[in-house]
């Protein structure tokens, strides 16, 4: 843990790196590759919650980023994985899950969505509290609407299953800006679900522009990254991110990383 910080008190970060396609030039995984694990660093997080790891980009940060362990799909497209601190966090158990309809076969695209869209689940047994941690990165669909919905009603079915000893962040693409159905359907109050809440909502502290997806040229300007709490996390600072080789105009991915800083609120007693 670095010095200073609280006992109690863990950073999480999303971060949609952008895929590894078939782009030469500045904006191939190649070229941007240093930059992204040279911000993974300098913002230091105790669990990372990625979007986008496409064939050789999470093998390639593994061997870079030796102070984690991971938990992410098998195959070429682990693409929501999750990292964590062994220092801080034990792995209780990890899985991912499609979002699709309840019939569908494994692996479908789920309603209205263009791509399969897959949830990494991690739930973490915290070395300095003895609390659990439940961890999700999600990425939704960029273009069906119904399937961002329905996709984010999965999402919040699982947080509801888990006990009373378990809070939960979930973190990612949501690819819905604030006032959009599957943003406010994430975050709504309703019955039978545990609720959860915009930790750019209820932070003590907010920093960074509004923005989380810039594009490469830094034209595009949309807030579609949120990290998301249950009610038993409290948020002391919420960050979105400039990397810092964005001033000389290079960006090391379309999106800005976004920082959470958080703490367990203390137990209440009856």
């Known amino acids: 843990m670095s010095a200073g910080r609280k006992r109690s008190g863990f950073r999480v970060l999303m971060y949609n790196v952008r895929y590894e396609g078939t782009t ?8 941007r590759r240093a930059a992204v694990v040279s911000e993974l660093r300098r913002l230091d997080p105790d669990v990372l919650a990625l979007q ?8 390639e940060l593994r061997e870079r980023l030796t102070d984690y362990e991971w938990v992410a799909a098998s195959g070429a497209l682990p693409h929501t994985a999750i990292a964590y601190r062994p220092a801080r966090f034990a792995l209780v158990e990890g899985e991912t899950f499609w979002l699709s309809e309840p019939d569908a ?5 789920g309603w209205d969505a263009t791509y399969q869209r897959r949830v990494t689940r991690a ?29 984010i009603g999965v999402i919040r079915d699982r947080v509801s299953t ?12 949501l690819n819905a800006e604030p006032g ?3 943003y406010e359907r994430a975050v709504a109050v309703e019955p039978g679900w545990r609720s959860l809440q915009d930790a750019a909502r209820v932070a003590s502290v907010v920093d960074g522009p509004g923005a989380t997806y810039t594009g490469f040229d830094g034209e595009a300007d949309r807030c579609l ?27 090391p991915s379309d999106h800005r990383p976004v920082l959470a800083e958080l703490r367990y609120e203390e137990p209440r007693t009856v």
Request: aromatic residues 4%; hydrophobic residues 35%; proline residues 5%.
């Open 162 to 173: 888990l006990g009373s000893d378990c809070e939960a962040v979930v973190a990612g693409d």
């Open 24 to 31: 030469d030039g500045p904006l191939s995984w190649e070229a």
């Open 180 to 182: 959009a159905p599957a």
């Open 123 to 151: 739930t973490l047994g915290d070395r300095e509290t003895e609390r659990r941690l439940v961890a999700f990165s999600v990425h939704l669909d960029h273009e069906g609407d119904r399937a961002r919905r329905e996709g």
């Open 105 to 109: 076969e494994p692996g479908a695209a």
């Open 52 to 59: 986008e790891l496409w064939l050789n980009q999470l093998p």
């Open 225 to 251: 990254d949120h990290v998301l709490v249950t009610d038993g996390l409290t948020v002391d600072r919420l960050r979105r991110c400039v990397p810092s080789c964005e001033s000389s105009r290079f960006r």
